[in-house]
T-cell receptor, first 113, second 111 residues
Framework: DTEVTQTPKHLVMGMTNKKSLKCEQHMGHRAMYWYKQKAKKPPELMFVYSYEKLSINESVPSRFSPECPNSSLLNLHLHALQPEDSALYLC????????????FGSGTQLSVL | DQQVKQNSPSLSVQEGRISILNCDYTNSMFDYFLWYKKYPAEGPTFLISISSIKDKNEDGRFTVFLNKSAKHLSLHIVPSQPGDSAVYFCAALPGTYKYIFGTGTRLKVLA
C-alpha cells in the first residue's frame, strides 16, 4: 500500500470560514508534509512533521495551522483565508525522517471566495 | 534563484518514440534526485529516482541518467504512450526534508 489519502477532494470556503484538510497514510512513514501548488508551478513546501513533531515551517502565515495527532494523520486547519490562498493542497509522506522517496496524496483543490 | 531547472516547458513526441525530459541543477551537494508525473488537479506520482552514487537507474519504460559533472539529469521514456501525456517534475533532495522541485515539463504524446 503506497497510498496517501486526502479529504476532501474539493473545498470552497469564504474568507471568514474555518475548515480543515485531512491526510492519512498507513505506510509507517514518519515524515509528513504539506505542500501548496498553484497552476503551472512546482509544489511549494509549507510544513514538515517528523515523528509527529513540527520540523519545518516555511514561514507560512498563521491562518494555516498544521496538526499531527498521530503518526498516520496530518491535518491542516484553515481560518480567515484570502482568495490568493486558492490552490491545490498536497499532503505527502516519506519513510523514517530523511527517507528518500516522497509519496503524494491526490490533493485538495481549495477555492477561497 | 531556481536551483532545479527544467528549461523546456513543453515537449511533443510521437507515440512509440523516445521522450527525453531534461533537468539541470546548480548545487553539487544534491545527492538524490526524483522524477514525478502529474495530471491536472491530482497529486504528483513518483516515477523513478537516482542516488548520486549512480549514473543510471532503470524501471520498465523509464530510465533516469545522471551526469554529475554537468549537473544534469534526464528521464527517458521508451516507448512513449498517449497515457504518458502529463507534466513531469524533477526534484532534488539536498538534505533531509526539503525537496526542491523544478518548474515542470508538459509532455504530449501524439497518437
Amino acid at each position: 500500500d503506497t497510498e496517501v489519502t486526502q479529504t476532501p477532494k474539493h473545498l470552497v470556503m469564504g474568507m471568514t470560514n474555518k475548515k480543515s484538510l485531512k491526510c492519512e497514510q498507513h505506510m509507517g512513514h514518519r515524515a509528513m508534509y504539506w505542500y501548496k501548488q498553484k497552476a503551472k508551478k512546482p509544489p511549494e513546501l509549507m510544513f514538515v512533521y517528523s515523528y509527529e513533531k513540527l520540523s519545518i515551517n516555511e514561514s507560512v502565515p498563521s491562518r494555516f495551522s498544521p496538526e499531527c495527532p498521530n503518526s498516520s494523520l496530518l491535518n491542516l486547519h484553515l481560518h480567515a483565508l484570502q482568495p490568493e490562498d486558492s490552490a491545490l493542497y498536497l499532503c505527502a509522506s516519506s519513510p523514517r525522517g530523511g527517507g528518500r522517496k516522497l509519496f503524494f496524496g491526490s490533493g485538495t483543490q481549495l477555492s477561497v471566495l | 534563484d531556481q536551483q532545479v531547472k527544467q528549461n523546456s516547458p513543453s515537449l511533443s513526441v510521437q507515440e512509440g518514440r523516445i521522450s527525453i525530459l531534461n533537468c539541470d541543477y546548480t548545487n553539487s551537494m544534491f545527492d538524490y534526485f526524483l522524477w514525478y508525473k502529474k495530471y491536472p488537479a491530482e497529486g504528483p506520482t513518483f516515477l523513478i529516482s537516482i542516488s548520486s552514487i549512480k549514473d543510471k537507474n532503470e524501471d520498465g519504460r523509464f530510465t533516469v541518467f545522471l551526469n554529475k559533472s554537468a549537473k544534469h539529469l534526464s528521464l527517458h521514456i521508451v516507448p512513449s504512450q498517449p497515457g504518458d501525456s502529463a507534466v513531469y517534475f524533477c526534484a532534488a533532495l539536498p538534505g533531509t526534508y526539503k525537496y526542491i522541485f523544478g518548474t515542470g515539463t508538459r509532455l504530449k504524446v501524439l497518437a
